[in-house]
């Protein structure tokens, strides 16, 4: 998916989690904000790989688009670290990558939908390249701008104005 439609979903993951912590909720939506882009830091022309150019680089290099950082590996190992220095943070940025990435597991770009070839993420990598998904939502797509992308914004801030 797209960047807008990844933290769309990102803001409605952190304003759900900040109903169980309203005090915390500035920091978990905005750790949730930044967790829904950072996995595509691997992607030098991704919306955050365009503000960190040169390390977005090295990480393309190393590893390519959609591999390690679109990995559970990936959402437990940099949720934990921050999650040691501040809980709720943590928390908003591993909800933040789950969103990410459960979005680009039902996102395609090419080929039919409905199909599984290609499609997905590597959630077990490095034990295994094997992706998982489905193709359902077409990136750039009229379902990933209109219901995806204003669905979430608009279900976001009628939980915070409910619940914060």
């Given at each position: 998916?797209?960047?807008?439609?990844?933290?769309?979903?990102?803001?409605?993951?952190?304003?759900?989690?900040?109903a169980f912590g309203?005090?915390?909720?500035?920091?978990?939506?905005?750790?949730?904000?930044?967790?829904?882009?950072?996995?595509?830091?691997?992607?030098?022309?991704?919306?955050?790989?365009?503000?960190?150019?040169?390390l977005s680089d090295?990480?393309?290099?190393?590893?390519?688009?959609?591999?390690?950082?679109?990995?559970?590996?990936?959402?437990?190992?940099?949720?934990?670290?921050?999650?040691?220095?501040?809980?709720?943070?943590?928390?908003?940025?591993?909800?933040?990558?789950?969103?990410?990435?459960?979005?680009?597991?039902?996102?395609?770009?090419?080929?039919?939908?409905?199909?599984?070839?290609?499609?997905?993420?590597?959630?077990?990598?490095?034990?295994?390249?094997?992706?998982?998904?489905?193709?359902?939502?077409?990136?750039?797509?009229?379902?990933e701008h209109f219901?995806?992308?204003?669905?979430?914004?608009?279900?976001?801030?009628?939980?915070?104005?409910?619940?914060?």
């Open positions: 998916m797209m960047w807008k439609a990844h933290l769309a979903l990102g803001a409605l993951a952190g304003v759900v989690l900040s309203p005090s915390q909720a500035p920091v978990i939506i905005t750790a949730a904000l930044l967790g829904s882009l950072l996995p595509d830091l691997d992607h030098p022309h991704s919306k955050l790989g365009r503000k960190v150019r040169p090295l990480v393309y290099a190393v590893m390519g688009h959609r591999t390690g950082t679109h990995s559970v590996l990936f959402l437990v190992c940099v949720s934990a670290l921050v999650g040691f220095v501040h809980m709720p943070a943590g928390a908003g940025l591993a909800l933040g990558i789950a969103s990410h990435l459960l979005a680009d597991a039902v996102s395609y770009s090419t080929g039919r939908p409905f199909t599984t070839g290609g499609a997905g993420v590597p959630a077990a990598w490095p034990v295994s390249n094997s992706r998982v998904g489905v193709r359902i939502v077409r990136v750039n797509g009229f379902f219901v995806v992308t204003t669905g979430a914004a608009m279900l976001a801030f009628a939980v915070a104005a409910l619940t914060l």
